[in-house]
């Protein structure tokens, strides 16, 4: 028999714990949780709501995942850099060339800011975009609309306006 392409006797066995029992699978939560949020992006947009013309410039950065060594200094070859942000929105607005937001999935599965995005985040800022930790889908989703309802930046000589929404990354560093 074959699962995922291999046959039984070619695949890992999955890890066992102490007892012997077998570990539970791995949860990509955030993952699950950035799906729902383009998915809901996507709905805005058929719905025609201000947040939902953010949908067809927001894309998503693969940086993450587990790879092969290959694969990763592959990735690196062309270009992948650690700690890029998760999602992108390339449309100018209050003053901010773009939105640079790193996404982490909802309490209690949030992971740590890596000291590598912490850095990409203040990269972004210093060149003049919006860069936002956004903690859960319920803040993603008030950053979006929060960007969404600013004034649209035909130049970029105009001041900044600082979104309310977001965790604070530049806390503690």
Known sequence: MTVRGLPACKRR?????ADGSLRKRPVDWEGKEQAVLIR?????????TAVGQLHDVTYHVPNGGVRSYKAGAAMKRQGAKAGVSDLVVMDARGGWFGLYMEFKASPPHTAAL????HDWLALAYDRGYCAVLAV??????????????LVRSTHHYTARVHLKSGTEWRKGK
């Open 13 to 17: 066995p999955r890890a066992t714990n």
């Open 40 to 48: 809901w992006l996507l709905g805005e947009q058929k719905r025609g």
């Open 114 to 117: 890596a000291q590598s995005q």
């Open 136 to 149: 859960g889908l319920d803040e993603a989703k008030a950053v979006l609309r929060e960007y969404a309802a």
